[in-house]
């Protein structure tokens, strides 16, 4: 077999396929080897043809944003606009605030020490938790050393190291265990806001100041009481803002804490050369994106401030100017439950064409959704069906009610309506999602209020509004979230499933379900604290949603119904089609990703139906 070399034309497909989790801690300093031999395991597999398209594919995009930038630059004053980016630095770095002591806690190995606690006899082994013939979760620093790690498929991990020993999963004792830390960690801080199972933000300044303690001596005296209580052990970084302590808390991994200056100088020298895949919210498409146009470390940001400044739309010009200098929101708070967007389940299996056991599935998941939203007292107006093909393609279809709904029977009959818009389809992951959500239990307290309020969202001129409407454009899963951009957290344009990419980055032969309740992917259930689809996909200010990010099929729509307007709608065109839009910047982006994905969906739809077609004509 041949193995795509690191040339010009295949590394950054061989980058690609080394998967979301590359800049984990205890991992191998040199990359190359363990990428060539991923990229040889991957290679004829459907994941492998599908990673090489959407690279492909982003290699186009990124020649049409080229041409994009050239054409700009080519008509530009330079000077000018570098003077201007010049003053909005300066305006930025008056509102500077190193008044706060944030801290970011993640715990070491989560899921593996967690074994090890139930397995003493693992301590010191490479072992992975997950199964050979799934992906692995988290993998022991040990087995990192072999570059194996967290999203890896088994059969991968066990070609880097032959000796893996694979440990079964148990979400239940992890959501124990994540209770019991996060109720240490709000000792420190009652309003800290925890970002998945393991990991957190807290701000300690009344903490210190209470105890007169020092920042270093109150994170010491905290993670001593996690090992002390648990056995565990956790990594923290303190620093003036959420974005640097995240980054500080993998500094000195495992097991340790690595606390930033809060001086102006000393972070400019910290961003200086500080990889740009380090900041949440780049992940392997961003870190391409910006890296075609020079920008590899935050430091280059400033060199290429001019083309970030036309570039806005695509980069981001306030997010990347922040990020420059350090500089991001220090604000904690815990998840509220109004800010919930959606809720939703998912299941995983081997590539199914039946329609029976397609439904069958679907049906599964509306029960565990419809059980969810009971739970936790939500009914939603829109659903989406999410499906991913045995191509590894993922689309979203959403239809919306003017009516809220919750129950199986809708939840069920809605996604099948929609299913069957697309059938016949080989499937391996259907989905079901809400949004649009009401919370039943602020109804609950309002009662009375309600009752006196005649026009609630259901009055007949906001019903005839939303309408009925239904989504039907393919959409991929790269994703572009206008959530995102709201207090100029991360990057507009590129957002990736990178967990879910990595989670289901393989022929699996059998169904991974291991427990009850497990929703099939690698992810806790929806009713247990789960990590974030990457870390580096998580925005540092958007509470956790449900589980994925909002699908832009979600977006496109809730536009459309023109409730959710207002950040900063303009009239644009998209370099690509022409076609002027009045949109925001995801809104463009969305369009843009629409139009060069529309073929190769297009494409693999077709392929699909043909293979469907052949077989049936094979069965006759
Ligand atoms: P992480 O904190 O990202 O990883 P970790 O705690 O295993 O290792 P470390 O922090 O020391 O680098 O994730 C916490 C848990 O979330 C992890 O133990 C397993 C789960 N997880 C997955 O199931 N899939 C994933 O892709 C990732 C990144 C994490
Ligand atoms: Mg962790």
Known sequence: MSVPQASQDTASLVKRLAGPSVTKAGLAKDQTEINRIIAEASKGSKFYDNEKRKDKDLTERIGVILKHRDDLLRNADKSKIERTVDHMLTELEARRDLSQIIVHVDMDAFYANVEMLDNPDLKGKAFGVGHLHGVLTTASYEARKFGVRSGMPGFIAKKLCPDLIFVDIHFKRYSEMSAVIMDIFKQYDPNMYPAGCDEGYLNITEYCRAHSLSADICVQEMRARVHRETDLTVSAGIAPNKMLAKICSDKNKPNGQFHLPFERDAILSFMHDLSIRKIPGIGRVNERLLESIGIKTCGDIYTY????????????????????????????????????????????????????????????????????????????????????????????????????????????????ELLMHEWPVKLRLIGLRMTKLKDLRAAEDKGIKRFFSAAGPSSPAKRQKMGHRESMEPEEVLDVSDEYQEDCESMPGYEEHEFEEAGLAIEIPDDPITEPGDTGSSRPPQSRPSKPISSAAKPMSKKP?????????????????????????RSCVCPICGKSMETDNSGLNAHIDFCLSRSAILEAQVESLNRQKERKGKKR
Do not use: C
């Not at 389940?345 to 599935?361: N, V, Y």
């Not at 589980?547 to 023109?562: F, H, V």
């Open 545 to 569: 949603t449900s589980t994925a990010q909002k699908p832009r099929s979600m977006a496109t729509q809730e536009k459309d119904e023109g409730g959710d307007e207002g950040e900063g709608g």
């Open 305 to 416: 401030r001019a083309t970030v400044y036309l570039m806005d739309k695509y980069f981001g010009l306030q997010f990347l100017l922040r990020t420059h200098l350090g500089i991001a929101s220090n604000n904690v708070e815990p998840v509220l439950r109004e800010e919930r967007k959606s809720i939703g389940a998912e299941r995983t299996f081997s590539p199914l064409g039946d329609k029976e056991q397609i439904l069958k599935k679907l049906e599964e998941v509306a029960v565990e959704l419809e059980n969810d939203m009971q739970k936790t007292g939500w009914a939603g107006r829109t659903l989406t069906l999410k499906y991913k093909l045995d191509t590894y393609q993922v689309f979203t279809r959403a239809k919306s009610f003017d009516r809220w709904i919750s129950k199986k029977g809708d939840l069920f009959m809605n996604g099948k």
